[in-house]
């Protein structure tokens, strides 16, 4: 095992992987930008470095400061986090060529899970299913069209090196097949530097629901059934849960195998997520794979009593997994609230003084957050201050408990998005379980 890990993050996930690492009784070291010195990684950590300037570009994307830092206080390993360099091959690379062990997937994982076509490519290959659409990225508008007749419509075009919503565009009908391509592949080459996009027969109203996978160094591999996440506004997630409230036993099963085929396929090693849509009769289509620790692994965690980080930590050091899919029971139900420091109508930053501060408590609930009374949210990054998490017997527990946990919650100085949680776990479509990626679009037509 490791005896010191860098932390190349900042925020809640770099305390969460701290608590991990000193459950390891592995010494742990933070970077810092100057504008997070006060933070509170760098308080819990053994040891901080500061990496640089506030903005993100001169520090926690630095890769050559990060690297430094390693070197400096000699960590054998790194964790990335999700967000800043979690996904970005070339690091993953340099801490591989620099004999710093990258805790998570190797170098040609990340790349070829980074490149959509290609991914939805290895899942088709390896009998899971995606939706009717291309091959390979499209090389012009004939093909294109010859493309959308085989595919039929609605269809989506979506950014090769996308995810996450950049570079996509529905298309509804052939005469707005031309100009929807040329601005889905402009928007692309501006945000990834590559104009390549591929098509997709569209569903119109799916769940969003993900598998959680542990693949181990010996080949190896768990899943650890799903999160449902279908409660997104521009697609950032909100509010996950597991399990889904929409999955059979069979369907997880199902889902659960075909998650661990593509990540067998790509020879993925540690914790990812396979990301499927899901329609209204039980039909699921491979959407993506994350090669990240994912902000909403806790509610797996809750589900499962197994600890996602120290199993990436265990895993990046050679250890075999200390679980066998048999012995993945899934208990109860647990929810996730995430709290941005945000103006919760209008979905902006409400960056500033945390003045006051109070964290609910009591059986079934648990706190990611970095938060504290003092703590000056910066404007620079995420504003993700924390998350709620609560477990109970069954959803309708689960979801009394997050309401008293919110209820109990104080956090002064900065606006959140507790209100906007408040409403969601009232509303009547959420508490019977129907819920879709246009959940959040209804809801606000509704007012
Ligand atoms: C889709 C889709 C419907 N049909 N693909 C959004 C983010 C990106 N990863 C893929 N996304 C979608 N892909 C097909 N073929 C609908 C979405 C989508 C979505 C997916 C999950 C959660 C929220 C969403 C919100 C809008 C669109």
């Known amino acids: 095992m490791f005896s010191k890990v860098l932390i190349a993050n900042r925020g809640e996930i770099a305390v969460r992987i701290i608590r991990a690492c000193r459950e390891l009784s592995i010494r742990t070291v933070a970077v810092f930008s100057q504008a997070d010195a006060e933070a509170l990684h760098v308080q819990l950590a053994d040891e901080a470095v500061c990496i640089g300037p506030p903005q993100a570009i001169q520090s926690y994307l630095k890769v050559a400061a990060i690297i430094s830092a390693a070197e400096i206080t000699g960590a054998e390993a790194i964790h990335p986090g999700y967000g800043f360099l979690a996904e970005n091959p070339r690091f993953a690379e340099v801490c591989e060529g620099c004999g710093i062990q990258f805790i998570g997937p190797s170098a040609a994982s990340i790349q070829m899970m980074g490149d959509k076509a290609a991914a939805r490519r290895v899942a088709a290959s390896h009998g899971v299913p995606v939706l009717p659409g291309s091959q390979h990225p499209v090389r012009d508008l004939a093909e294109a069209r010859q493309l959308a007749r085989e595919i039929g419509f609605p269809l989506i075009i979506k950014a090769s090196a996308g995810g996450g919503g950049k570079g996509m565009r529905v298309v509804t009908a052939p005469e707005t097949l031309e100009s929807a391509l040329a601005t889905a592949a402009a928007e692309a080459a501006g945000a990834f530097g590559d104009a390549a996009v591929y098509l997709e027969r569209y569903l119109p109203d799916p769940r969003h629901v993900e598998i959680q996978i542990l693949m181990d160094a010996h080949g190896r591999g768990v899943h650890l059934g799903e999160r449902d996440c279908s409660i997104q506004r521009r697609h950032q997630k909100l509010l996950e849960e597991a399990p889904s409230p929409a999955l059979t036993d069979s369907l997880r099963q199902a889902m659960g195998q075909a998650a661990l085929s593509v990540a067998e396929a790509a020879g993925y090693r540690n914790a990812g997520t396979v990301e499927f849509l899901l329609d209204g009769r039980g039909n699921f289509f491979f959407m993506e794979m994350n090669t990240r620790i994912q902000v909403e692994h806790p509610v797996t965690e809750m589900v499962t009593g197994l600890d996602l980080v120290k199993a990436q930590v265990r895993i990046a050091a050679g250890e075999p997994l200390p679980v066998t899919q048999a012995d993945v029971r899934l208990q109860g ?107 959040l679009e209804r809801l606000t037509e509704a007012q």
């Open 333 to 439: 139900h647990s929810l996730e609230c995430r709290i941005n420091a945000e103006d919760p109508d209008r979905f902006l930053p409400s960056p500033g003084k945390l003045t006051n501060f109070r964290a609910p408590g009591g059986p079934g609930v648990r706190v990611d957050s970095h938060a504290y009374v003092g703590y000056v949210v910066p404007p620079y990054y995420d504003s993700l201050l924390g998350k709620v998490i609560v477990h109970g017997h069954d959803r309708d527990e689960a979801i009394l408990r997050m309401q008293r946990a919110l209820d109990e919650t104080l956090i002064q100085g900065v606006q959140t998005t507790i209100p906007f949680h408040q409403k969601v776990l009232r509303h009547p479509d959420f508490l019977a379980g129907r819920t879709s990626t246009r959940f």
